[in-house]
């Protein structure tokens, strides 16, 4: 269960890792393809 339990927060870690990286990448395309501004 203790393994279980890890594994779980560790995919749950990853998961939310991906998703931010996700977001952030689709921010800079945005960005990117208005070009109003630079980062």
Known sequence: MKR???LHLLVG???S???MAQA???I???VD???NEPV
């Open 33 to 35: 393809g208005s070009g």
């Open 13 to 15: 870690i990853l998961a």
């Open 4 to 6: 279980l339990g890890k």
């Open 24 to 26: 952030v990448i689709g």
């Open 28 to 30: 800079m395309m945005y």
């Open 17 to 19: 890792v991906l998703l």
